[in-house]
């Protein structure tokens, strides 16, 4: 069960953010005893990959930042940060991977469906995220958006320890991030209902 949460906590976090949870797992388990990473996933520990993943880290960072250059880098991590969330819920919720020389063991053993899930979970939190973009830079004319981005980074790196040391307040990120996207999908209803009531009075 814990297993699961991290796992989940993990995704989410990369839907806000492809690098943070696993720049997270893959330092821990390199300089800590938080993380034992399984045998598949034991490159994430790696000194180049962390790397790597720092430096697109900080190209991410900086581009979703300023307003339209951030829906371009969404357009782009709607590849990119379920991907991420595949790998941090398989390497999270400690899921052995075979070798990818044998696809047919891996889809028989059901070691894929802690990846897929992962994928869903950060897609979702990436759409959502996406979605709220565009209306936080219109409403404040892209000053919002260092803000919101600010905030969405420090949730995701949160997220990922608490995931990793208290896995049972993922619980509590996900019954927050339902209430957002109620709030969410509420607010753009009503905005709908504002703007066809003024093109009638028009």
Not at 1 to 21: D, Q, W
Not at 121 to 129: E, M, P, Q
């Given at each position: 069960?814990?297993?699961?949460?991290?796992?989940?906590?993990?995704?989410?976090?990369?839907?806000?953010?492809?690098?943070?949870?696993?720049?997270t797992?893959?330092?821990?388990a390199?300089?800590?005893?938080?993380?034992?990473?399984?045998?598949?996933?034991?490159?994430?520990?790696?000194?180049?990959?962390?790397?790597?993943?720092?430096v697109?880290?900080?190209?991410?960072?900086?581009?979703?930042?300023?307003?339209?250059v951030?829906?371009?880098?969404?357009?782009v991590?709607?590849?990119?940060?379920?991907t991420?969330?595949?790998?941090?819920?398989?390497?999270?919720?400690?899921?052995?991977?075979?070798?990818?020389?044998?696809?047919?063991?891996f889809?028989?053993?059901?070691?894929?469906?802690?990846?897929v899930?992962?994928?869903?979970?950060?897609?979702?939190?990436?759409?959502?995220?996406?979605?709220?973009?565009?209306?936080?830079?219109?409403?404040?004319?892209?000053?919002?958006?260092?803000?919101?981005?600010t905030?969405?980074?420090?949730?995701?790196?949160?997220?990922?320890?608490?995931?990793?040391?208290?896995?049972?307040?993922?619980?509590?990120?996900?019954?927050?991030?339902?209430?957002?996207?109620?709030?969410?999908?509420?607010?753009?209803?009503?905005?709908?209902?504002?703007?066809?009531?003024?093109?009638?009075?028009?």
């Open positions: 069960m814990f297993e699961v949460l991290t796992g989940t906590g993990l995704a989410a976090s990369a839907g806000l953010n492809a690098y943070i949870p696993l720049l797992m893959g330092l821990l390199r300089y800590t005893d938080l993380v034992d990473l399984p045998g598949g996933w034991q490159w994430l520990g790696n000194g180049w990959v962390l790397a790597i993943l720092a697109l880290l900080a190209v991410e960072v900086v581009a979703d930042k300023v307003p339209v951030d829906h371009v880098n969404d357009v991590q709607t590849v990119v940060r379920p991420a969330g595949g790998l941090a819920f398989g390497a999270g919720a400690s899921s052995e991977t075979v070798t990818v020389s044998d696809p047919g063991s889809f028989s053993s059901n070691q894929w469906v802690p990846v899930a992962g994928v869903v979970i950060a897609l979702g939190v990436h759409l959502l995220k996406s979605a709220a973009r565009p209306v936080v830079n219109a409403t404040t004319a892209g000053v919002g958006a260092p803000v919101a981005s905030a969405e980074d420090a949730t995701s790196v949160l997220m990922s320890l608490v995931a990793i040391i208290l896995p049972v307040l993922v619980l509590v990120f996900l019954v927050g991030l339902l209430v957002f996207l109620f709030w969410f999908l509420r607010r753009r209803a009503d905005r709908r209902r504002e703007r066809r009531a003024a093109g009638f009075r028009v």
